[in-house]
């Protein structure tokens, strides 16, 4: 399969897609197996928004990922499944069992009901059967919505909620290291306030003890022992939704993006092989979970259509010890490691000694997910991982753009640390400044925009279009806008400065203040919250939650154990304040409104540069919270 080869083919491709980017994508789409060729490769407008990518074009995208493979590739390994315990069972599934596994249970989905259409709602553990869970959706074009088993149950059942679905998959439960994770008892929960679902199928693969409900759920293990083999792939339209995956806004209701077809699988793909520079025979190792966008693009749909071989791993990076990654590595010859800084630094935070025992000779490429990373990650990374051997390619894109935007090619594109670098071919980044003018030249700090539609880009937020225009297109008029502040270097280099509006990325993932104070709002004894994001060593960014409590709580340890419980039984663990200072008051104004911004130089413990506080209700109440920073 082509690839960019060299710098100067980057840069005479890019010139190309930016002059006439309908050819470009054409051509990128030609190899795949359509049903019925595109009659008009695009039509836009950034003001509804309405984008179509291939319209009139048929097709189904696990044609593309597993059909089309099976002459030329068909013993090969598709996926790798590491399991979280080191001496468990590897299991390797090639590309015809795969095929023959989707089309079963695609099988099963439709014993149960499954329609094209429908909303499935997927929250599994890290094994096979959750990528054959996605694929089988897709193959009957059922829209599938990967919830994070992370998550807790009212988090699931809002999503559930909002995408209205039918069918629910899941598993009695996981592994995460030295901890068993119950899933099906969370789903259960959820359900109580679901009355959409009519049928959940659960995977038997802990020993986790579950009830099952009469006519409602059904064994994964039993319902696929008598189907067929055999599963045509409905034909779909390009533009026919693919799937929704939920992440966090500012406002506290999360918002269900929606990906289509056609545009969505060139995009990742296109992506995929250019960014790694994948060779055939790698075996690329992504360590983001499927419930979240990096899981979907690179650990299932982008590999799978370049037929590759793509590892997936139950356990976390910390266990049996912090060599497990590097472990694993040499175990599975990975080529490709792509990960999170977060994942890095806290690595980095347990020493050499867990890196020295491994090899790491199989590493080609390293790349690097989902926030900034800072010089020192980059670095060590760098040093210790890749041995000065492997580029690093620092990708920047989001859940709402399906697939990487700015990016260097892996030894293609002159890196610099801290830098995503360049914009792939097809993307057309621009910074503006707060009136939405553009800033020309290099050498500009400014707000990132896109100008250009690509195939990957978000088409509506799940039943709220108003919200999808309203976030991302009436901001700045005519321009996709991102949420995130970034530089433009003298070289026109781009490099992330971060979120500007009100969510946070801990650890990589992205978490609406809204939301946690909903759940912290949860505790009877709380009266008010406000959440703001500080810098955090390992997590990029930490939480730091301000409360207003009942006056009656004087046991200060205790409640604020009880608020981490509650945020834990209400969100997930993942969302779990890091620090909780108790106020009398919040520095509002006039209008009741919450002065993050004060909040936010408090957290950083900035407490010289508050700003103007003379807006202030009452600005006594900052001197009482400035006191008891903690
Ligand atoms: C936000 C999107 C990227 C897919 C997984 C996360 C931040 C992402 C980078 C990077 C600096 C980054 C941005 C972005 N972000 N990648 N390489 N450098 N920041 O998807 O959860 O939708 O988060 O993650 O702030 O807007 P997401």
């Not at 829209?143 to 992370?150: C, D, K, L």
């Not at 995408?163 to 899933?183: E, Y």
């Not at 189907?227 to 406002?251: H, K, Q, R, W």
Request: contains cysteine.
């Amino acid at each position: 399969m082509k690839r960019i080869t060299s710098f100067e083919q980057y840069e005479k491709e890019y010139k190309q897609s930016v002059e006439n980017p309908e050819a470009f994508w054409a051509e990128q789409a030609e190899q795949f197996t359509w049903h019925k060729k595109w009659d008009k490769v695009l039509e836009w407008n950034f003001d509804e928004p309405a984008i179509k990518w291939f319209s009139g074009g048929k097709l189904n995208i696990t044609e593309n990922c597993l059909d089309r493979h099976l002459e030329k590739r068909g013993d090969q390994i598709a996926i790798i499944a590491e399991p979280n315990d080191p001496n468990g069972k590897v299991r390797k599934i090639s590309y015809k069992e795969l095929h023959t596994e989707v089309c079963r249970f695609a099988n099963v989905l439709k014993n149960n009901g499954a329609k094209k259409g429908d909303r499935i709602c997927i929250y599994m553990p890290m094994v096979p059967e959750l990528a054959i869970a996605v694929l089988a959706c897709a193959r009957i074009g059922a829209i599938h919505s990967v919830v994070f088993g992370g998550f807790s149950f009212k988090s699931l059942s809002d999503r559930i909620h909002d995408a209205d679905c039918n069918i629910v998959i899941t598993a009695d439960g996981g592994f995460r290291g030295a901890k068993d994770i119950s899933l099906k008892s969370t789903v259960d929960e959820a359900l109580e306030t679901c009355p959409s679902v009519k049928k959940v199928i659960v995977l038997k693969h802990s020993k986790i003890e579950v009830t099952m409900k009469d006519g409602r759920d059904v064994w994964w293990n039993e319902e696929i022992k008598n189907v067929s083999n055999n599963c045509p792939a409905e034909i779909m339209d390009a533009e026919d939704m693919l799937f929704i995956l939920y992440t966090s806004g500012s406002t506290g209701k999360p918002k269900g993006v929606v990906h289509t077809t056609a545009g969505y699988m060139i995009f990742v793909d296109y992506t995929f092989r250019n960014v790694f520079q994948y060779n055939d025979g790698d075996v690329f190792w992504c360590t983001a979970d499927v419930g979240w966008i990096t899981g979907h693009s690179y650990l299932i749909y982008g590999p799978l259509l370049a037929g590759a071989t793509t590892l997936m791993f139950e356990g976390i990076p910390t266990y049996p010890d912090a060599g497990r990654f590097w472990n694993v590595i040499d175990k599975h010859k990975v080529n490709i490691f792509y990960t999170a800084p977060t994942a890095i630094r806290s690595l980095e935070a347990m020493g050499l000694d867990f890196v020295k025992p491994y090899k790491l000779d199989s590493l080609r490429v390293l790349g690097s997910v989902g926030e900034p990373i800072n010089e020192e990650a980059w670095n060590w990374y760098n040093e210790n991982i890749g041995k000065k051997k492997c580029p690093i390619v620092d990708t920047y894109w989001q859940t709402e753009t399906g697939g990487i935007m700015i990016s260097a090619l892996a030894g293609i594109t002159k890196t610099k640390p801290g830098f995503a670098t360049l914009p792939l071919p097809g993307i057309q980044p621009v910074l503006v400044d707060e009136k939405g003018n553009e800033l020309q030249g290099n050498g500009v700090d400014g707000r990132l925009c896109f100008k250009f539609p690509w195939p990957g880009i978000i088409r509506t937020t799940y039943g709220d279009h108003k919200r999808c225009k309203e976030t991302y297109f009436d901001i700045y008029k005519g321009y996709y806008f991102t949420g995130d502040g970034s530089r433009r270097d003298e070289d026109g280099y781009y490099r992330i400065t971060g979120r500007v509006d009100d969510v946070i990325k801990v650890s990589g993932h992205l978490l609406g203040t809204a939301e946690i104070e909903n759940a912290i709002n949860e505790h009877p004894d709380i009266v008010e919250s406000a959440v703001v994001g500080f810098p955090h060593d390992i997590k990029g960014w930490g939480i730091y939650a301000f409360v207003i409590c009942d006056h009656q709580r004087t046991d200060t340890d205790s409640l604020k154990k009880e608020i981490i419980q509650t945020v834990t039984k209400f969100m997930g663990p993942i969302a779990k304040p890091d620090k909780i200072q108790i106020v009398k008051g919040l520095p509002k104004t006039r209008s009741g409104k919450i002065m993050r911004r004060i909040l936010r130089k408090i957290a950083e413990n900035d407490l010289a540069n508050l700003g103007d506080t003379s807006t202030l209700l009452d600005p006594s109440v900052v001197d009482e919270i400035k006191e008891g920073v903690l």
